[in-house]
């Protein structure tokens, strides 16, 4: 028998969820919900959507679990806000970890984490709650990783690095060892870190510039 889940999310997130969990867990999607007042259809996925506000008089967290899916909006901040929240009321936060995950860290990973194929964790990473990391990520050994924060697909995490509460890291940015992202940080994609990032930094990769020589000139392609 798998365990009935309830998902908080509704868009594109959520779909995601609910097609990873049906086809590589013990879990069962039995329902959506949100807040009231972003329902915009009865059913989503085939299952009903109901009001979070509600939720517990349809699917009481005694005989169901919980897992928020949502983004990265506002920082991580709505997703965090929703994970106390069901906390709050009561329901056990599960973590999807892929089957086609390395992982190599005895498991020492949070609540509520959402993590997708291709990801290696080597030994003695730590990942907090309510962390999502997307497809093909490397954290490397003695990592920190704390809660709330988002890592986008293929970023490399060096060896015994921290990055802090709320960050978000984005596609192909690398991190070196030994350094210390601070609460709040966004590292853009492709982002080269040397060093430590202070809390609420913005750290931007340089853009592809257009060449001024048109394709029609290079040869051989």
Not at 126 to 144: A, E, F
Request: hydrophobic fraction near 40%; aromatic fraction near 10%.
């Amino acid at each position: 028998m798998k365990k009935p889940l309830v998902i908080f999310g509704s868009g594109d997130i959520a779909q995601l969820a609910h097609y990873y969990f049906c086809t590589d867990s013990d879990y069962e999607v039995i329902a959506f919900t949100v807040d009231a007042d972003y329902i915009k259809e009865s059913s989503f996925c085939g299952l009903p959507v109901v009001a979070f506000e509600e939720v517990t008089q349809h699917y009481p967290p005694e005989n169901n679990d919980f897992f928020v899916a949502l983004s990265y909006s506002k920082l991580n901040a709505v997703r965090k806000e929703k994970f106390l929240a069901a906390k709050e009321k009561g329901y056990k936060l599960v973590s999807f970890i892929s089957s086609h995950a390395t992982l190599l860290n005895n498991r020492q990973i949070g609540e509520n984490c959402f993590i997708f194929e291709d990801n290696t964790i080597q030994p003695f990473v730590r990942i907090g709650n309510n962390v999502t990391l997307w497809s093909g990520n490397h954290i490397g050994h003695h990592s920190v990783i704390k809660d709330h924060t988002f890592l986008a697909s293929h970023v490399v995490v060096s060896g015994g690095v921290e990055i802090g509460e709320q960050c978000f890291v984005g596609v192909n940015a690398t991190l070196r060892d030994h350094i210390k992202i601070g609460d709040r940080c966004v590292v853009g994609a492709g982002a080269l870190l040397l060093g430590d990032a202070e809390p609420e930094g913005v750290y931007m990769g340089t853009a592809t510039e257009r060449s001024k020589i048109p394709s029609k000139r290079l040869r051989g392609i």
